[in-house]
């Protein structure tokens, strides 16, 4: 993504960017500035509401707007099979060893807990790779939902105290990479991650343009 000085409209080289801390700084001018503002300036027009790419949805409904996105992915392909043989040896071996033999092994239970657990994160990622899908709801009510289904993470907002609506990088530590995510900001900041970079442009860009037709703020 090239970010332009706001001053002088020249291209800031990518080693003066810093997406983590929200800052640029403009060799021509000499001078910084946030990347959030100069990004959020850019207008969005309607045309970006009229063909959503594939895994992507927006609708109206009778007290609100919808903005979604699947976070289905390939990478469920490989997750769930490997989840099906990890877990299923690790947990048959440690607890369903024991109701085989009808016997209780305290021991052996507090061992399971990790794998457990992982298992419960393990199958919440493959899930939501297989399944899953994020959406931003707009109206009287405002809210944010994360899950499968029905089923998921729900948290209210306020839309109406939304001030940007920008991309921001995420550093994968293990990777040593980064990702993106869309992030509205306001009195409370929300992250929007999981997202192919096709659907996440179109779920950013559909929230601020709907931003932007909001009355003011």
Do not use: H
């Not at 009229?50 to 469920?76: C, H, N």
Request: charged share 20%; hydrophobic share 40%; aromatic share 10%.
């Amino acid at each position: 993504m090239k970010i332009q000085c706001p001053k002088c409209k020249q291209t800031v080289p990518p080693d003066q960017v810093n997406m983590t801390t929200d800052l640029a700084f403009c060799p021509q001018c000499n001078d910084g500035f946030k990347i959030s503002e100069v990004i959020d300036q850019e207008p969005v027009s309607a045309d970006v509401l009229r063909d959503p790419p594939k895994g992507t949805w927006f609708r109206k409904e009778m007290d609100r707007v919808v903005v979604g996105a699947s976070t289905r992915s390939p990478i469920a392909f490989f997750l769930i099979p490997f989840m099906c043989v990890w877990s299923g040896g690790s947990l048959g071996g440690i607890y369903g060893s024991q109701i085989a033999r009808g016997k209780f092994d305290l021991t052996m239970s507090l061992f399971g807990i990790p794998f457990l657990l992982g298992t419960l994160v393990l199958g919440s990622i493959a899930l939501m790779s297989a399944f899953g899908k994020v959406e931003v709801s707009i109206g009287r009510e405002s809210f944010l939902f994360i899950g499968v289904g029905p089923l998921g993470w729900k948290r209210p907002f306020d839309w109406m105290a939304v001030k940007s609506i920008r991309e921001d990088s995420i550093r994968m530590q293990r990777s040593n990479g980064s990702s993106y995510a869309i992030v509205m900001e306001g009195p409370q900041r929300l992250r929007i991650t999981g997202l192919t970079e096709t659907r996440r442009i179109f779920v950013m860009n559909a929230l601020k343009y709907l931003r932007d037709q909001t009355p003011a703020r």
